[in-house]
C-alpha cells in the first residue's frame, strides 16, 4: 500500500532483488496476516551507495 506499485510488480521487483543478493525476503504468519519482512543485505547497501554516488555526480555536473 505505501509503494502504490500492484502486488505482482513488486513481488517480481523483490524476487529480483533476492536473487541477485541484495534483499532477504522473510515471510511469517501473524495472528491477523501473514506478514513479509525485507531486510537489505550488505551488497545491496553497498550497490544503494554506488547508485547514489553516481547521481550525486551527475547532479554536481549539472549545476555547472
Not at 500500500?1 to 523483490?14: E, N
Not at 541477485?20 to 551488497?43: A, D, H, Q
Amino acid at each position: 500500500k505505501s509503494t502504490g506499485i500492484p502486488k505482482s510488480s513488486l513481488h517480481m521487483h523483490l524476487k529480483w532483488l533476492s536473487d541477485n543478493g541484495y534483499i532477504i525476503i522473510k515471510k511469517e504468519l501473524t495472528i491477523k496476516r501473514p506478514m513479509t519482512f525485507v531486510r537489505i543485505t550488505p551488497s545491496g547497501m553497498e550497490k544503494i551507495e554506488k547508485y547514489l554516488n553516481i547521481l550525486e555526480n551527475i547532479k554536481k555536473i549539472n549545476k555547472n
